[in-house]
């Protein structure tokens, strides 16, 4: 892993955190009451974790399923190649895609497999998602009468 790797994981990893604080801090801001706060943001923690577990299931398919065959050499080649009849399509998957990195738990997973066709889109998923959150957070906090 090259130097700016690194630099580019420890980004994202900040970006990810500042993510989910926002959130939290959103939730809490609006909830009078710490119990209920402090229950919705486990349970949407779980959701958001449920949801990029789906997504994700729908992301990493594949157009075919392959049967291989291995030799006494272990070299794999394919023996068949027939059409996936589940595999959503093209546009849905990047629907799924574009939904799945503005989740800050799905950025996190995606930081641990450290695949680098998407660390370099990241930041900008989860400078979006925080920039969104306190805006509405703003907007929302306006509007509510404090006691």
Do not use: W
């Not at 690194?6 to 801001?29: E, K, R």
């Not at 990493?60 to 070299?75: F, L």
């Amino acid at each position: 892993m090259t130097t700016s790797e690194i630099v580019l994981n420890i980004v994202n990893a900040v970006l990810v955190i500042i993510a989910f604080c926002s959130l939290f801090n959103f939730i809490t801001m609006l909830c009078s009451e710490i119990t209920i706060s402090t229950t919705v943001c486990i349970l949407l923690f779980i959701g958001m974790f449920i949801l990029s577990s789906s997504l994700s299931l729908v992301i990493n398919q594949e157009p075919y399923h392959y049967t291989y065959s291995t030799d006494e050499n272990g070299v794999r080649t394919i023996v068949s190649q027939e059409p996936n009849y589940s595999y959503p399509g093209e546009q849905k998957i990047k629907i799924a895609r574009t939904i799945y990195m503005f989740l800050p738990q799905a950025q996190a997973g995606e930081i641990s497999n450290a695949e680098p066709e998407y660390m370099n889109q990241m930041p900008a998923y989860s400078i979006t998602f925080i920039v969104i959150v306190n805006l509405v957070g703003i907007y929302l906090f306006s509007k509510k009468e404090l006691k």
